[in-house]
């Protein structure tokens, strides 16, 4: 058992029998009180996130998380199948475990995920994914003085907003931890 003074942000811990995976901490000591932890923790089955008082000195247990980078196959029903570079071992995971980003996963992405034991507990996409423009409305010579944006439909059936001056064909950038448009691709 560790206690409130070894959490870091980022960590899993076991909170109320669930897994949560803390997002926040901050140490205080108000005045004449005793010192505590504020800590937002984000559960990682439902994906909710609660702000909690831990006392300093408190007993937490955190549990070990392997992260291992694999890659993805393709999607059988709402599961996704992931495969091990270094063993080919394919395994079977949850689509709701990524998020809202499911739908820019691409096959043969690498992607980040987090083992509890043989458990996944986590998938994180990388910060960045190139894609093919498949549908947007066409372009006017003059565009690029504004900072409108317009619809497009990406090759994975996503969604975006992109600049006005971007075409159907072409490859852009788009950023996956905030779903937007990043830059053209050349």
């Known amino acids: 058992m560790a206690n409130t003074g070894d959490l870091f942000k980022g960590c899993f811990i076991k909170f109320n029998g669930e897994l949560c995976q803390v997002m926040e ?57 992931l495969m091990d570079p270094e063993n080919f071992e394919q395994i079977f995971v949850d689509g709701s475990s990524i ?26 996409p990388p910060n960045f994914g190139i894609y093919e423009v498949t549908y947007t409305e066409p372009g006017v010579k003059g565009d690029t003085a504004t900072n409108t944006l317009k619809p497009a439909t990406l090759d994975t059936g996503a969604e975006i907003m992109v600049p006005l001056f971007i075409n159907i064909g072409e490859k852009i950038k788009v950023d996956l931890r905030t779903e937007s448009y990043a830059e053209r691709v050349k």
């Open 25 to 81: 901490y901050q140490h205080r000591t108000p005045g004449n009180l005793r010192a505590f932890y504020q800590v937002v923790l984000r559960n990682v089955k439902s994906g909710k996130q609660i702000e909690h008082r831990l006392r300093a000195g408190e007993s937490v247990e955190m549990l070990r998380v392997e992260h291992r980078e694999m890659q993805f196959l393709y999607k059988d029903g709402s599961s996704l199948v």
């Open 99 to 124: 998020g809202s980003t499911e739908k820019f996963i691409k096959e043969e992405m690498i992607l980040k995920v987090a083992f509890e034991s043989d458990t996944v507990i986590g998938i994180e």
